[in-house]
């Protein structure tokens, strides 16, 4: 199978952007693609595992189970920097702490490319 690489720029508020990555990942990975999913500007808001609720599907609850079934979910280093997140102590487990300069290694990898975004 392929790899894909869906990259997402959007803030947890909105919620639409958020449920088709997860929806799109979750597919993909049951088909057995290789995903990750890259977080960058607003959307390393969806990875704080403080809004990772039990039982409740938050977008961070959904980037867990993500996570979970073996999705690759990198969050930009800097956009976190800018926003004061700490992405050594504040992100779901399992979430790997990225940059601009991996990403782009990342598209030139990848089979497919998708983006989602403000």
């Not at 300069?101 to 403000?118: H, I």
């Amino acid at each position: 199978m392929g790899k894909l690489l869906i990259v997402l720029f959007s803030p947890p508020v909105q919620v639409q952007n958020t449920d088709t990555v997860f929806e799109f990942a979750k597919a993909a990975v049951e088909e057995g693609h290789e995903v990750t999913v890259f977080c960058d500007v607003d959307a390393v808001y969806n990875l704080l595992a403080s809004q990772a609720l039990p039982d409740q599907k938050t977008p961070a609850s959904k980037i867990g189970e993500l996570v979970g079934r073996g999705v690759r979910v990198l969050a930009c280093r800097e956009s976190a920097r800018l926003r004061g997140i700490d992405t050594k102590k504040a992100l779901i487990q399992g979430v790997v702490e990225s940059s601009l300069g991996k990403l782009t290694e990342l598209m030139d990898e990848s089979d497919r490319v998708v983006a989602f975004g403000a």
